[in-house]
């Protein structure tokens, strides 16, 4: 699961978009979520999320929590599954291929160098293909911006 400054960066700027996910069920355990830095933490579901929770008043946490999808919650956003299943995965997997490919060389050839070769994670790359395909804009390094 990708946790990075940059996945955050990419999720925190796509809420406009695709709201703050699906709240978070807690606690973990007895004594709440699991932490895995200071910013992010595990649900009892396994769901990631990026809160300032530190910083807030206890009543505030779950309205500034923003779930952090993985990829396969990426993929389930941007495709629903055929009832036969067979391929289902591959076939996604190659349009994003093929769409990773073509966005590489046409936004290379025009001088962005954030897109797509600065994604270094499956989450940040599946991210960038989901806004891609649903709201024709990509991500420029600091925010989603239409694709020109």
């Known amino acids: 699961m990708d946790t990075s400054e940059t996945y955050i960066k990419m999720r925190l700027a796509a809420i406009p978009d695709l709201g703050m996910g699906t709240p978070p069920n807690l606690p973990l355990g007895n004594d ?11 649900d009892r579901h396994g769901n990631y999320y990026y809160s300032r929770i530190n910083m807030q008043p206890i009543g505030e946490v779950v309205l500034s929590t923003t779930m952090l999808e993985r990829q396969d919650q990426l993929q389930e956003m941007l495709y629903t599954p055929q009832p036969q299943g067979y391929g289902y995965d591959k076939l996604i997997s190659l349009k994003m291929f093929e769409w990773a490919t073509e ?3 046409h936004y290379q050839c025009r001088g962005y160098k954030e897109y797509p070769n600065s994604l270094k994670s499956m989450e940040q790359l599946w991210l960038a293909f989901l806004f891609a395909e649903k709201y024709g804009k990509y991500w420029d390094g600091s925010d989603w911006v239409l694709k020109k």
């Open 103 to 105: 966005y590489n060389e």
């Open 32 to 42: 709440g979520p699991a932490w895995v830095d200071y910013c992010v933490f595990i």
